[in-house]
T-cell receptor
C-alpha cells in the first residue's frame, strides 16, 4: 500500500462545475498537507496548505482535512477552463514529504 | 516571493554527452534542494535530496555516478547527467525548501522544469 493514494483520473467536468479532488494516506504522523497545481510542461506551484483538520478557503478553492479518516480533499467552485491542470496532494511529517500521483483535471468550456 | 528558477528550460543533446542543469532560489536561501524526474502523465519521482555543503542523498535505484548533484551555495544546486542516453530523456524538476518564510519548513517551491531530450 502506498503512503499516499490519489486517483490519477483523468477527470473531465463542464465549466462552472464543482470539482472534488481527494487523497487518502496511511501515515498518521503526517501533520502538514498541501495541494500543488501543475500545468502541462511546467513545475508544480503551491496552491494551498493546511496544518490541521477542518476547512481552509481561498477564493474558489477549499482544502479539507479529516485526520481521523486520513483523508484530504480539494474543492474547486465555479471551475474554469484555466483550472485544467494536474493537481497533486502532498503531506509531510518531520521533513519527510510524500506526494500523491496527481489527478489530471480538464474543465471544458 | 519563493521563486525557483531552472536553466536551461529545455536541452537536446547527443548520446554520450553530459548535460548540466542549474536550479536557483531567487529570493530566499535554500538549505535543502530536491531533484525530481517526471515522465509524461506520471507523477514526480524523487531522485535525490541535496543539502548545501554536503553530499546529496540519492533515492534507491538512482545512480549517483550518473546523476551528479552539487549544492555549492544556499541558492544554487546543479544536476549533471553524465554520458546521457536516450532513456535519460525526461522532465527534470528541482525544488527548494526554505524554513524561514513563515510557512511550514517542509514547504517545497518548485522550479519550472527542464526538458531533456537525448538523441
Amino acid at each position: 500500500q502506498k503512503e499516499v493514494e490519489q486517483d490519477p483520473g483523468p477527470l473531465s467536468v463542464p465549466e462552472g462545475a464543482i470539482v472534488s479532488l481527494n487523497c487518502t494516506y496511511s501515515n498518521s504522523a503526517f501533520q502538514y498537507f498541501m495541494w500543488y497545481r501543475q500545468y502541462s510542461r511546467k513545475g508544480p506551484e503551491l496552491l494551498m496548505y493546511t496544518y490541521s483538520s477542518g476547512n481552509k478557503e481561498d477564493g474558489r478553492f477549499t482544502a479539507q482535512v479529516d485526520k481521523s479518516s486520513k483523508y484530504i480533499s480539494l474543492f474547486i467552485r465555479d471551475s474554469q477552463p484555466s483550472d485544467s491542470a494536474t493537481y497533486l496532494c502532498a503531506m509531510s511529517a518531520y521533513n519527510d514529504m510524500r506526494f500523491g500521483a496527481g489527478t489530471r483535471l480538464t474543465v471544458k468550456p | 516571493g519563493a521563486v525557483v528558477s531552472q536553466h536551461p528550460s529545455w536541452v537536446i543533446c547527443k548520446s554520450g554527452t553530459s548535460v548540466k542543469i542549474e536550479c536557483r532560489s531567487l529570493d530566499f536561501q535554500a538549505t535543502t534542494m530536491f531533484w525530481y524526474r517526471q515522465f509524461p502523465k506520471q507523477s514526480l519521482m524523487l531522485m535525490a535530496t541535496s543539502n548545501e555543503g554536503s553530499k546529496a542523498t540519492y533515492e534507491q535505484g538512482v545512480e549517483k555516478d550518473k546523476f551528479l548533484i552539487n549544492h555549492a551555495s544556499l541558492t544554487l544546486s546543479t544536476l549533471t547527467v553524465t554520458s546521457a542516453h536516450p532513456e535519460d530523456s525526461s522532465f527534470y524538476i528541482c525544488s527548494a525548501r526554505d524554513g524561514g518564510r513563515g510557512q511550514h519548513p517542509d514547504t517545497q517551491y518548485f522550479g519550472p522544469g527542464t526538458r531533456l531530450t537525448v538523441l
